[in-house]
């Protein structure tokens, strides 16, 4: 079926095999494979890009289905040679470890700082519920949303390298 | 890839009722996908046709007046019924209910009525509308039936809904506006995690009812009780209805245990 639409700014015209999702759509068919799968059937989030400004499980979703659709996914991050204010705050803060889950995490931290400047800890917290991460134990991906919001005080605690 | 499938999008309820007809016991409807993509990816069913109902116009939207009450359409998602301002005032246990389901992604696709249809013992909407004493409006090419939900569920993952119908809307009853309420729900982790145990219930003056979830063989509740109903009286009345199993997630005793005790911390919320 042919199928419109738009991925981090750009327009895309393709024709989608109907039995493909929509992560695996934008992993072979435009090419962007940021967008990880790991449990593909909703439970672990690595999939996660922001539908029409909502975060979604792509493993959950039928290509034909985004027909119209507003994509963002991590390549629409890092512009102009330099990463976002939200991947610096993910390095700088030792927020990612393998890194396997960092593309969810911080689509699902974007879609809540595109409606919440300076989103509490608890609201942190409710917006990565359905990401799973196996290294990093959660707290310093809490930091670096909290830090690209501007709201991380200077460390205290751990001291990091 | 999944498994082979024709991907149909009808645009009107008349045309759903003719592929549905055309096509029944070979077709899956499609709402917001977050069972039945899963169910594809397993491979345990293999539909010839995945009918998407969201391009449908009159499966949306959630409407509330003071004779009938609510009506939620087949098309809305948790996050709809969370952001909604009548379900807010007058309903605030379905709220409360779809927030406790899965993570924010599977909020912003999951439908209610996709919850009701799945229709799994530990449904989460299922506890908290057959709380309120909702009723499912089920449509075919051969007309339009209500059905109470307590009559809607039965069995695990089956419901009354024959291959040719969808179920268009969900009616949540006006004298059911403003009750008191209260839900729990045991998982083993905060974060999205299916119930070992739910409770749901939700008194006016006339009425008092508990909703249970994960502790049958579908979402059970209560007659209709007493609004003065003592929480022993309760108690004895949700367990007339449960027949609580061992699975690999919990224990029949502790399914018991904790939903006496959900019964015992709701009761005083509703006063
Ligand atoms: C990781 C994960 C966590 C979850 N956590 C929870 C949880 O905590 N609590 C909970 O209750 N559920 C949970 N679920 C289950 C699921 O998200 C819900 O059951 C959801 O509400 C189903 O709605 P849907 O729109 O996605 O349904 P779909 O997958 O589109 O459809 C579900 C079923 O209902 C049928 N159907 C859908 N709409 C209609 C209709 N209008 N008429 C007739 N048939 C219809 C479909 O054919 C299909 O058989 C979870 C799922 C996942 C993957
Ligand atoms: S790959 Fe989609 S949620 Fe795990």
Partial sequence: MKIKLTVNGKKYQRDAS???????????????????????????????????????????????????????????????????????????????????????????????????????????????????????????????????????????????? | MLQEFNYLAPKSKNELYTLLKKHAGKSRILAGGTDILVELHNHWIAPANLIDIKKIKELQGITFNDSEGLSIGATTVCIDLINDKNVKQYYPLLADAAGRIGSPQLRNRATIAGNLCTASPCADMGCSLLALGASVELGSADGVRVIPLKDFFTGPKKTQIKPHEVLQRIIVPAEMAGAKYGMRKLKRIKGHDIALVSVAMARTKSVMRAGIGSCAPTPVVTGDLSPKATVATVISAVEKVVSPIDDVRASREYRLFMTRDFVEKIYPELF
């Fill in chain 1, 18 to 161: 109907e039995t493909k999702n929509l992560l695996h759509f934008l992993r072979e068919d435009i090419g962007l494979t940021g967008t990880k799968e790991g449990c593909g059937a909703g439970e672990c989030g690595a999939c996660t890009v922001v539908m029409n400004g909502k975060t979604v499980n792509s493993c959950l979703i039928l290509a034909v289905e985004a027909d119209g659709c507003d994509i963002q996914t991590i390549e629409g991050e890092a512009k102009d040679g330099k990463l976002s204010k939200l991947q610096q705050a993910f390095h700088k803060n030792h927020a990612v470890q393998c890194g396997f889950c960092t593309p969810g995490m911080i689509m699902s931290t974007r879609a809540l700082l595109q409606t919440t400047a300076k989103p509490s800890v608890e609201q942190i917290k409710e917006a990565i519920e359905g990401n799973f991460c196996r290294c990093t134990g959660y707290q310093q991906i809490i930091e670096a949303v909290q830090d690209a919001s501007g709201q991380l005080k200077k460390k205290e605690g751990l001291k990091r390298a």
